[in-house]
């Protein structure tokens, strides 16, 4: 019984299915476009892709905005089934720009800060440790980060 509860559930073994249908970067960027248009993140563009290197540390940022592209696809479609502003997806990433900073030295205290200022349902969605992951993903990052990190103590975020 159960597992005809399970193939129920799961649509059976029809194998008459047609296979899901393969979207274009441009559809799939336009379908999630479209449904986080009730969230306040309406007109945001992403990145061309998420997929390029550029540089070794501070990776590629296709779109200009100063947040490295690879993690800002990981934001992006993480939070996009999260009721969040357009302002709170602003400020996530800046969060991870004051993690691996192009022209300052992070400092450790400023991020918890900047953390502890994002939205509830952001912080439920990554962790403070899921960012630094996210952003700090290669060892030459990591290496970076550990030698130049500061603790400043101030919390003017």
């Given at each position: 019984m159960l597992s005809s509860l399970y193939l129920a559930g799961c649509g059976g073994s029809d194998?008459?299915?047609e296979p899901p249908k393969e979207e274009t970067y441009a559809e799939y960027n336009q379908?999630?476009?479209?449904?986080?248009?009730?969230?306040?993140i309406s007109g945001y563009e992403?990145?061309?892709s998420g997929d390029a290197i550029g540089d070794p540390l501070y990776g590629l940022d296709e779109n200009g905005n100063g947040a490295r592209d690879?993690?800002?696809?990981?934001l992006f479609h993480g939070l996009k089934d999260v009721a969040v502003t357009y302002d709170e997806f602003s400020s996530v990433l800046e969060?991870?720009?004051?993690?691996?900073?192009?022209?300052?030295?992070?400092?450790?205290?400023?991020?918890?800060?900047?953390?502890?200022?994002?939205?509830?349902p952001i912080k439920a969605q990554f962790t403070l440790t899921d960012?630094?992951?996210?952003?700090?993903n290669t060892n030459e990052r990591r290496q970076w980060y550990y030698e130049n990190a500061?603790?400043?103590?101030g919390c003017d975020v």
């Open positions: 194998d008459n299915q379908r999630l476009s479209d449904k986080i248009d009730g969230f306040g992403l990145p061309v690879d993690v800002e696809f990981v969060l991870t720009k004051l993690i691996l900073p192009q022209n300052s030295i992070p400092d450790v205290t400023k991020i918890e800060c900047k953390y502890n200022t994002l939205s509830e960012l630094n992951r996210l952003v700090l500061i603790l400043d103590g």
